[in-house]
């Protein structure tokens, strides 16, 4: 099984970044290469659950392959990368809602030294979308005078650019990551035992995300969600509808943050303390103790930071899921032999179009998507939901 077989769907994809790993072979071995065919900075971009950060994971795993050809995924190479434990290759995942300059500037600076193990030094920032103006300059410093041996991996959503500078583009090589097809998620599905209706289902319902439709294939708490975001838009009939609908969403994405927070945030705590001193006797350990105030407040911030993420994140795929059953009544609407992405949501998609014209759904489609831009623009998400929710009320 090698590096490649984790991108569904992306034949081409795949020919791009084997082409790509070759030609780093060839340089390792210090011999002349095609001019384009390996740079020294990679911009992934796809919607959400495409496999971005897959594709430039199994790229990072096949720069520091040890065998012919490379990405055999077999290695240690290969498998101390894939695992998250290799030393040349530097991931950047933000937990909290932005990347800062500070982490900018220290993996930039880390890349910059010689390989200590492999062939390359890596760095992998996924959703470099997130990176703040400084940090986003911190790191296009480094992509313009790059190191002999480094190499940037960069995943965004796509190439407006609220997700990517033009500067930091303009220095990348382009790999477009496409939503991979349903047959191909089930596929995946199926070959870890996920039996075959279930396995088309979640497929469909996972709307072209992999992880999601591998969540709601074994897990009866994701499903159970879905089912009670999906139920809200044929019960929209009063106001008290609307905002009752509202506290549910929120309420829900509160929770599921909550329960990450009180399952993370204990144990980093706790660590942390540890590792300043805490609990020791003596003029040391009280030294050390004072000392240790700023480096808990700014963990505690950092965890607060992860779970407004967390937060958005649950309700970013609760939106998700509306959009897409407001697609399906469209596709009620217009006669269409396209699959919908609900279809055990058959029954209320029916009366919806029954009550709403294609051009109400519509107006509710935009209502939907307005939601996800205000609280990416950091609106109170009590007030975007409620807002969003009035507007989906049906018809009298």
Request: hydrophobic share 50%; charged share 25%; proline share 4%.
């Amino acid at each position: 099984m090698t590096v490649w077989d984790a991108l569904v769907g992306q034949d081409e994809v795949v020919v791009t970044l084997e082409q790509a790993a070759a030609a780093a072979a060839e340089i390792v071995a210090g011999r002349d290469v095609a001019t384009g065919a390996m740079t020294h900075a990679w911009l992934f971009t796809g919607p959400a659950g495409s496999g971005r950060s897959v594709a430039a994971r199994a790229l990072a795993a096949a720069l520091q392959c040890e065998r012919l050809p490379r990405g055999c995924g077999e290695c240690s190479g290969c498998r101390s990368v894939l695992a998250g434990s290799h030393p040349d290759v530097h991931s950047v995942v933000p937990e909290g809602l932005s990347i800062s300059v500070a982490e900018a500037r220290a993996v930039v600076s880390g890349a910059a030294r010689r390989p200590q193990l492999g062939h390359w030094q890596v760095v992998v920032i996924e959703d470099a979308d997130r990176l703040t103006e400084q940090a986003a300059n911190a790191l296009l410093k480094a992509i313009e005078e790059p190191s002999d041996r480094t190499v940037f991996l960069l995943c965004v959503p796509s190439l407006h650019p609220d997700d990517v500078s033009l500067t930091i583009r303009s220095r990348c090589r382009l790999v477009a990551v496409r939503t991979p097809p349903a047959d191909a998620v089930a596929a995946v599905l199926r070959a870890s035992g996920v039996d075959d209706e279930t396995a088309t289902w979640a497929a469909a319902a996972g709307q072209g995300h992999v992880g999601r439709a591998r969540r709601l294939a074994r897990d009866e708490e994701a499903r159970t969600r879905r089912a009670a975001v999906l139920s809200i838009p044929a019960s929209l009939t009063s106001l008290r509808a609307c905002l009752a609908a509202a506290d549910q969403l929120v309420s829900a994405a509160e929770a599921e943050a909550n329960a990450m927070k009180a399952e993370l945030d204990g144990a980093e705590t706790a660590a942390m303390t540890v590792a300043l001193g805490g609990g020791g006797t003596g003029k040391g350990a009280a030294a050390a103790a004072r000392g240790s105030a700023g480096v808990l407040k700014d963990l505690e911030k950092r965890q607060k930071s992860r779970a407004t993420r967390a937060q958005r994140d649950a309700l970013d795929r609760a939106l998700v899921d509306l959009a897409a059953f407001y697609r399906d009544v469209l596709l009620v609407h217009a006669g269409a032999a396209v699959a919908p992405a609900h279809p055990d949501l058959h029954d209320d998609v029916r009366t919806v179009a029954l009550r709403v014209p294609p051009a109400g759904v519509l107006q509710r489609l935009d209502a939907v998507l307005a939601c996800r831009e205000a609280l990416d623009l950091n609106v109170k998400p009590r007030i975007a939901v409620e807002a969003m929710t009035a507007l989906l009320r049906l018809p009298s």
